[in-house]
């Protein structure tokens, strides 16, 4: 199982900062931290110059002191720029790409620990996915974990700082290519559902070359590929996810509504998303006993029957779990029953560098 390590790009010491808000309070207050500190400071209307003269130690202490005197909202509503060009048109470019200080702050280190991300080794682990009518293994769900000193990392905490970092981009490819490359040697005709989110594609064609080339790459037979997409990332906007998915489609993917929970709105996304695969999510498994959560689950899965779609029902980790799920009529069933998420065991383990 190949091991990736990903390079990010971790911002260096800056001697100079130029911030931008349209919040009229936040920039005054961060000259007055800025001067207290003894820092050259420069404004005009909406944006502040800030000069370290002593090589820069100083404003690593000034973007502490922000983490902590600013609210989440003030550091999301500043833009900054570090070290800028003295070229207008080059100076202008950057400050439309500038990152928000939240931003800025998490990639140092200085709100999250970022050392997760930037010392991380990452690779895929698999868990099965089970035949409810016959027991029999027809999938694998990819996931990625990572390990840092020694101590191993779930995918989940990985996500949350990439989101934060803006390096979610980045870290969604890397997952889903790692998916896609670790389960080459093994799968054989099962079909492998490997997780991705639409806003980490900006346009499918250009944000998912990549992959393409690693699925073409590995042999995979293309309709054994299933992308999952959260239902709570496919409520917020249903025109790119339509997009995306329209995209998964066209190159011979199917696709998977994961996560899919309790609520009467979870019928209409399914019949606008008509996606290959429903996942039931645990939430809703583990309360199959009560009488209106089988009456949902029975709902999403005639729905999804109807559309052509197979169910799946996750978190099954009990015999009684799995007899509920097969009674609302899911097809498939993942859980802890069927086997937690493993290491494929390697025969060499050769280190990637993704540039």
């Known amino acids: 199982m190949d091991v990736v390590r990903p390079s990010w790009e971790t911002p260096q010491r800056a001697r100079r900062l130029q911030l931008a808000s349209t919040l009229s309070h936040v920039l005054p207050s961060i000259s007055r931290i800025a001067g207290a500190m003894g820092l050259r400071i420069g404004t005009a209307p909406g944006l502040l110059d800030i000069v370290d003269d002593e090589g820069g130690r100083r404003i690593d202490r000034l973007f502490q002191r922000l983490a902590r005197e600013l609210t989440a909202a003030e550091t999301e509503a500043v833009r900054v720029t570090t070290d800028p060009p003295s070229d207008g048109v080059a100076l202008a470019t950057r400050l439309l790409t500038a990152p928000t200080l ?59 700082l990439a989101e934060r970092a803006g390096w979610l981009r980045r870290l969604d490819r890397v997952a889903r290519e790692a998916a896609i490359r670790g389960a080459a040697g093994w799968l054989g005709s099962a079909d492998l559902y490997v997780n991705s989110d639409p806003a980490a594609v900006h346009r499918p064609s250009v944000c998912l070359a990549s992959t393409e080339r690693a699925v073409h790459d590995s042999g995979i037979d293309l309709r054994q590929l299933v992308f999952e997409v959260v239902a709570s990332h496919a409520v917020i906007d249903h025109e790119h996810l339509l997009s995306v998915l329209e995209h998964h489609r066209s190159l011979g993917w199917r696709v ?72 609302v009529g899911a097809d498939l069933g993942q859980g802890w029953l069927f086997g937690r998420p493993v290491r494929p065991e390697p025969e060499a383990e050769p280190e990637l560098a993704f540039a």
Not at 117 to 142: F, K, R
Not at 273 to 288: G, I, M, N
């Open 102 to 160: 939240a931003v800025e702050l998490a990639r140092r280190g200085v709100t999250v620990e970022m050392a997760l991300l930037t010392d991380a080794e990452l690779w895929p682990v698999y868990q099965p996915i089970m035949s409810l009518a016959t027991g029999g293994m027809v999938g694998h769900e990819a996931l990625l974990r990572g390990r840092v000193d020694g101590r191993e990392v779930g995918g989940g905490d990985l996500f949350f």
């Open 256 to 327: 998977a509504l994961d996560d899919v929970g309790v609520g009467w709105s979870s019928l209409a996304l399914v019949s606008v998303v008509r996606p290959d695969v429903v996942k039931l999510s645990k939430t809703l498994v583990s309360r199959l006993q009560e009488p209106g959560a089988q009456a949902i689950a029975r709902a999403l899965t005639e729905l999804t029957h109807l559309q052509g779609g197979v169910v799946v029902a996750e978190g099954i980790e009990s015999e009684r779990i799995a007899d509920q799920a097969r009674a």
